[in-house]
């Protein structure tokens, strides 16, 4: 028989009971809509990691300052005066893997505006905390070596500090009091958006770091430095270099441990890059257990359908059509069962997961390649689970077949 023939045959037998076809589709639909979900919601969490690590950078190098061993104790003995601001000279000048670092100040503090107070963490920093970190000023400028030099009481701040002290406004040019000391806002960053551990990168101001240790800080001194790599370096060589040359600042002895931590970010983001894929692959497992589910009940329809049209086989055998037409005509059934049920599933997956991104705000990705690999999944389905019923109609015997009451 030519494949439309079969086809036809298959609608018209499927439809002599539509409320058993449609249950039967509905298994489908419930496994590939939970398996189209899951993938959406994975696939949207990978992209956020990706866009998280293309915005805030994967080759930059926290250090800070860890105390001393003495006497099989670790002592915090007070961080030295300048410590970490020579040590990022001295990174930047002997280090050919790193091409930029800087002593890092962080105090939260009451931030008052002409339009509003609001606290927030204010940063110390050099210039080349812009590059390190990837930060982008959309308005204004960056603060520089003469605003250093001049301990000019000048600041950068994030749209979400920005939105909170002056609403609409851009509040380039304004002043703000920090600490009851007045700085100008001479620059205005592009937005980072929220971290994988939930953290509000634009919710930040950046000072200069010697304006910052002057009129802010108090007694509260640095002691964390960041760095970065240089481009196309590898990071355990930048890594090590920085560890070799504070060793040697700190005249630390070849038997005594590090009186610093050094955190790498490229660590922490392929960390939680693995533990998303981990996540997503279980996620599509547990998913996949309804489509199999729908794949069981595929394959009992197809045999309640075999034992009830058992004399319809037997006239068929009779007037001339063979075991491989009965076989392809059952697995043409199943075929299209699971066909509607992929294309319906994709659909449903498809509303849910604008649902889900709508009332959660989780970030989802529905691609085309979906809509394919949900019609060919559930096409493989119903030919797995198809085979049996319609291999078992083909080997009826023809007058047993008649005589079936």
Known sequence: MSPSI?????????????????????????????????????????????????????????????????GGARRQQGIPRNLTSGDADAIERECSAIRAATPVNRISFQVVSSYGNYQTSVHGTRPAYFDIRRLEVIDGREFNADDMRMLGKVCCMGITASRELFGAMSPVGQTVRINRVAFEVIGLLGPKGVGSDGRDNDDIILAPFTSFERYLAGREGSGTLMAAAAYGEDMAVAKQQLRDILRQRHRLADDEDDDFRIFDRSLTMQANAEATRTFNTLLTMIASISLLVGGVGIMNIMLVSVTERTREIGLRMAIGADAHHILEQFLCEAVVLCGMGGLLGFGFGWGVSRFVSWHYGWDTVISHWMAALAVAFATAVGLFFGFYPAWRASQLDPIDALRYE
């Not at 419930?30 to 979900?37: F, P, R, Y």
């Not at 949207?44 to 926290?62: K, Q, T």
């Open 6 to 70: 079969v086809l036809s045959e298959a609608f018209r037998s499927l439809g002599k009971n539509k409320v058993r076809t449609a249950l039967s589709v509905l298994g489908i639909v419930i496994g590939i809509a939970a398996v189209i979900t899951m993938v959406a919601v994975g696939e949207g969490a990978r992209r956020r990691v990706e866009r998280e690590i293309a915005a805030l950078g994967d080759d930059w190098i926290m250090v800070a300052y860890w105390g001393v061993q003495r």
